[in-house]
């Protein structure tokens, strides 16, 4: 069986999309940013929780910020991105479930009254909603450089606060000149699916 998605649109979500390292000098508008996101919302999390919360670091003076706490290799892409979106975890996203999930709006106390609880399934749910969001930004033609190499207390304490959680910055534009490694091997699916 094959799949229903045209072969183009598989290639420029998956097979030819690779993370950038380099962009061209043109500008994500906020227009772009609203329509990846107007797609990714219907991307499925448990509670229909949303926990997910882009930063967006268009200013020079922010972008110096967050350029000292990125990891070595990470800094002059990031300086030099068109966009870079900090994507974080709200601990406090339980607050928004009774409108959110109101087939069920007892879960926000019945799950989720516990701060431990709520920041692991917050990290669980907004990690997904971090790789809907690289796909939608592939779907907007873009190009999407994650990464995790930072001071995520750093990065906390400059740009967010203790009810929410960094877990990656994201470069985000048309891709430059070289701006992708090769492609790496990928597992098999014989190596990676298993039925029992």
């Known amino acids: 069986m094959s799949l229903v998605l045209d072969p183009a649109a598989q290639d420029l979500l998956f097979r030819e999309a690779h993370t950038a390292n380099a962009f061209a000098d043109e500008p994500v508008t906020d227009e772009q940013v609203q329509a990846i996101y107007d797609l990714v919302k219907f991307g499925p999390t448990a509670f229909n929780q949303t926990p997910l919360r882009i930063t967006l670091v268009r200013s020079a003076e922010a972008r110096e910020r967050l350029v000292q706490h990125m990891?070595?290799?990470?800094?002059?892409?990031?300086?030099?991105?068109?966009?870079?979106?900090?994507?974080?975890?709200?601990?406090?996203?339980?607050?928004?479930?009774?409108?959110?999930?109101?087939?069920?709006?007892?879960?926000?106390?019945?799950?989720?009254?516990?701060?431990?609880?709520?920041?692991?399934?917050?990290?669980?749910?907004?990690?997904?909603?971090?790789?809907?969001?690289?796909?939608?930004?592939?779907?907007?033609?873009?190009?999407?450089?994650?990464?995790?190499?930072?001071?995520?207390?750093?990065?906390?304490?400059?740009?967010?606060?203790?009810?929410?959680t960094p877990l990656m910055v994201v470069n985000i534009g048309k891709p430059g000149e070289n701006a992708a490694y090769p492609r790496s091997p990928r597992l098999a699916y014989d190596d990676v699916v298993t039925t029992v």
């Open 71 to 164: 990891a070595e290799g990470n800094q002059a892409k990031t300086a030099t991105a068109p966009l870079v979106a900090i994507l974080s975890a709200d601990n406090e996203f339980h607050e928004e479930l009774p409108t959110l999930f109101p087939a069920f709006p007892q879960a926000k106390d019945l799950f989720f009254s516990e701060r431990p609880a709520r920041e692991s399934a917050a990290r669980m749910n907004a990690a997904l909603q971090a790789a809907y969001f690289i796909v939608g930004v592939r779907a907007a033609g873009l190009a999407a450089g994650p990464m995790t190499g930072f001071d995520h207390e750093g990065v906390r304490k400059e740009f967010l606060d203790d009810d929410h």
